[in-house]
């Protein structure tokens, strides 16, 4: 596989994405097996739609799909810290057991401040699922449910993951380069 010019490296290959979302698939269908409605999924645009569209065929079990748009990074390297919701959901979710779909979680804000707006929308549960975790810049203490890779603290993109909306396309997670951490 060729790296992608302003990747320095590849730090999961589509093998090894491809396997851990179809373990993924198989522990979300475990775990709301005994429901009596469709799972609500909520996936946040732009980042985690290539993760979802993989996970979503993984799940073996009803599914019912929104979207929400949140900003954080504009065009940087690192959370603002600022959340902004771009897109919100377009229907209720009241009683509803609700994951959340992310491409990645590090600051941890971000995901903080879904699962809060979410659960103050009355569903029955909130519950979410990341590709990727960098704990070690955790600047909030939350509980993410399903994770599929932690990694450490580099700046990636592919797979859905972007930089100053490029390489979102790459089948790839890979590590972009620092002489490519500026825009256009």
């Known amino acids: 596989m060729a790296v992608n010019l302003g990747v320095s ?28 409605a469709p799972l609500q999924t909520v996936v946040i645009l ?25 900003s954080s990074y504009g065009k940087q390297t690192s959370s603002s810290g600022v959340v902004r919701i771009l897109k919100d959901l377009d229907a209720p979710i009241e009683g509803a057991h609700v994951l959340i779909v992310e491409d990645i979680v590090d600051s941890g804000l971000t995901l903080k401040y879904l699962i809060d707006n979410l659960a ?19 600047q909030v203490d939350i509980k993410v449910d399903f994770v599929g890779f932690e990694i450490e603290d580099e700046f990636v993109v592919g797979y859905g993951l972007d930089f100053a909306e490029k390489y979102r396309n790459l089948p790839y997670v890979g590590v972009l380069d620092p002489s490519q951490a500026h825009t256009d």
Do not use: Q, W
Request: hydrophobic share 45%.
């Open 9 to 36: 490296r590849v730090m999961l290959d589509e093998s090894a994405i491809r396997d851990k979302v179809r373990e993924l698939g198989a522990k979300i269908t475990n775990a709301y097996k005994d429901l009596d």
């Open 46 to 70: 732009k980042g985690a739609v290539v993760f979802a569209a993989d996970l979503l065929r993984a799940i073996d079990l009803p599914v019912r799909l929104d979207f929400m748009a949140i």
């Open 120 to 138: 103050a929308r009355g569903p029955a549960s909130v519950k979410t699922c990341v590709l990727l975790d960098k704990p070690e810049r955790r």
